[in-house]
């Protein structure tokens, strides 16, 4: 089978981001505000626009958002903006700071973000009408009203970035889901629009298991049916409500930012204050015991299914098995020296360089071998949708018993369901959380650490 491999528009809105952070930093060189210390004033004017702008939902611009959301939007942003602008002369002690520098400054702010963030959108849309760049392929299952309403309106509305490929129709002859699964594969389809009215509970839940097991994007168009999330994600294409079966949180550009920063940070500590003396030691340890490399690479499945080399000290003797089968209890391959570093994790370490270069996160589902997450992606239902984000180092399913090796089917089927909660559910302080029990953990001891 095979799985959707890139996703769309990933680097727009972090760019868009970045840009307004060189905005609002350069404008402060335009005018004598008569500030102390310019850069601690950057700084402080750099973290509080990404807090606003996370809280204000300022990047949250889809294809479909339309002109009168935008601008209440950049209103927001600038007006709570501005209040924080002015906390800073009483915070930071500034009374000599130039008022009405400060007013011009926010002006020139608001007029060049304004006109950038307009300017941009415009050209998006052009960029999707004109070129036929920025393309989302979709199918639409079900023939009434709402689904010929919403199919004219992917048509007639270029600028949205929907290629409209095919229509199934429930009710006609020789109908069904199977054919659907093949014709979205084999034509790349990236989104699937169905229509509750139309199909069963199981057709349902068939085509629920099928977009997450493949990575497909899949959208209700509501009716008074029972839904089947507590997650939805409701939006209007024109005047066509849709819902998204799953909302994640970390495809969110604001939340993508705040974590990347988070994996940045915490990785950095890593390397420098630990593993810089620590690596040296454990190296000379691993080759007084046997002889081999003293890291172990191995090919993983990240985020969306990508494979990627994961580093580990290495804990074994070489052998040819060790990208086939995962380590066991009592495993003879395992030296003295990889004993004691895989029972207190320190054998993970140098995932934290995997991290610092974007591959993984400090938390996440953890990744397989290639050969593993083949076989599981097979077996165990829905899980593939754990590539929705990077793997992690650590995660919500290690730390609530489901680490190590996979002794029974009930140990991969409990795992995924702890990653797709963290999936669903993420914040920056689950992630601190699991993180400091994980810590805790390694300090106790585990019982599957071998």
């Given at each position: 089978m095979e799985y959707k491999r890139s996703r769309y528009s990933g680097y727009i809105k972090p760019l868009f981001g970045f840009i307004d952070l060189i905005i609002i930093n350069l404008a402060v060189f335009f005018f004598d505000i008569n500030l102390t210390d310019?850069?601690?004033?950057?700084?402080?004017?750099?973290?509080?626009?990404?807090?606003?702008?996370?809280?204000?939902?300022?990047?949250?611009?889809?294809?479909?958002?339309?002109?009168?959301?935008?601008?209440?939007?950049?209103?927001?942003?600038?007006?709570?903006?501005?209040?924080?602008?002015?906390?800073?002369?009483?915070?930071?002690?500034q009374p000599s700071i130039s008022r009405l520098s400060l007013v011009y400054y926010i002006l020139a702010v608001f007029a060049c973000i304004s006109a950038f963030k307009l300017i941009s959108?415009?050209?998006?849309k052009k960029y999707r009408t004109v070129f036929g760049g920025n393309i989302r392929n979709v199918i639409v299952i079900g023939s009434n009203e709402?689904?010929?309403?919403?199919?004219?309106?992917?048509?007639?509305?270029?600028?949205?970035?929907?290629s409209f490929k095919a229509k199934f129709s429930v009710n006609d002859h020789g109908f069904s889901l199977e054919k659907c699964y093949h014709y979205i594969i084999a034509n790349n389809i990236d989104e699937i629009?169905?229509?509750?009215?139309?199909?069963?509970?199981?057709?349902?839940?068939?085509?629920?298991?099928?977009?997450?097991?493949?990575?497909?994007?899949?959208?209700?168009?509501?009716?008074?049916?029972?839904?089947?999330?507590?997650r939805l994600k409701y939006q209007y294409y024109d005047y066509i409500p849709i819902l998204s079966i799953r909302a994640i949180p970390l495809q969110e550009p604001g939340?993508?930012?705040?974590?990347?920063?988070?994996?940045?940070?915490?990785?950095?500590?890593?390397?420098?204050?630990?593993?810089?003396?620590?690596?040296?030691?454990?190296?000379?340890?691993?080759?007084?015991?046997?002889?081999?490399?003293i890291f172990f690479k191995q090919s993983r499945n990240g985020f969306n299914y990508q494979e990627f080399d994961c580093y580990k000290f290495r804990s074994m003797r070489p052998n040819k098995d060790a990208h086939l089968h995962q380590a066991t209890k009592g495993d003879m391959r395992i030296t003295k020296v990889g004993a004691f570093i895989r029972k207190t994790s320190i054998d993970e370490l140098?995932?934290?360089?995997?991290?610092?270069?974007?591959?993984?996160?400090?938390?996440?589902?953890?990744?397989?071998?290639?050969?593993?997450?083949?076989?599981?992606?097979?077996?165990?239902?829905?899980?593939?949708?754990?590539?929705?984000?990077?793997?992690?180092?650590?995660?919500?399913?290690?730390?609530?018993?489901?680490?190590?090796?996979?002794?029974?089917?009930?140990?991969?089927?409990?795992?995924?369901?702890?990653?797709?909660?963290?999936?669903?559910?993420?914040?920056?302080?689950?992630?601190?959380?699991?993180?400091?029990?994980?810590?805790?953990?390694?300090?106790?001891?585990?019982e599957k650490a071998y």
């Open positions: 310019v850069y601690v004033f950057c700084v402080y004017i750099s973290l509080l626009w990404v807090v606003i702008a996370i809280k204000n939902h300022f990047y949250e611009i889809e294809r479909h958002t339309k002109l009168i959301q935008i601008i209440p939007l950049l209103f927001r942003q600038i007006i709570i903006f501005a209040v924080v602008l002015y906390a800073f002369i009483g915070f930071f002690k959108t415009f050209l998006l709402k689904t010929r309403q919403l199919i004219k309106t992917f048509k007639r509305r270029a600028d949205f970035g929907y629009y169905f229509s509750v009215a139309e199909l069963s509970n199981k057709q349902i839940n068939s085509l629920i298991d099928f977009a997450d097991n493949n990575l497909r994007e899949l959208k209700f168009i509501p009716d008074n049916k029972d839904i089947y999330s507590k939340n993508k930012f705040v974590k990347r920063v988070f994996d940045i940070l915490f990785s950095s500590f890593v390397i420098v204050f630990l593993l810089s003396w620590l690596t040296p030691i454990i190296a000379i340890l691993i080759r007084l015991e046997s002889k081999g490399p140098p995932q934290f360089f995997n991290v610092l270069f974007g591959d993984m996160s400090v938390v996440g589902p953890r990744p397989h071998m290639v050969s593993h997450t083949s076989m599981y992606a097979q077996r165990v239902d829905k899980f593939m949708v754990r590539h929705f984000v990077k793997p992690g180092i650590t995660g919500m399913a290690q730390i609530s018993g489901f680490r190590g090796e996979i002794e029974t089917d009930k140990d991969i089927i409990n795992r995924v369901k702890y990653d797709i909660f963290y999936i669903e559910n993420w914040s920056l302080l689950l992630d601190i959380k699991i993180t400091i029990q994980t810590f805790l953990n390694a300090i106790k001891g585990e």
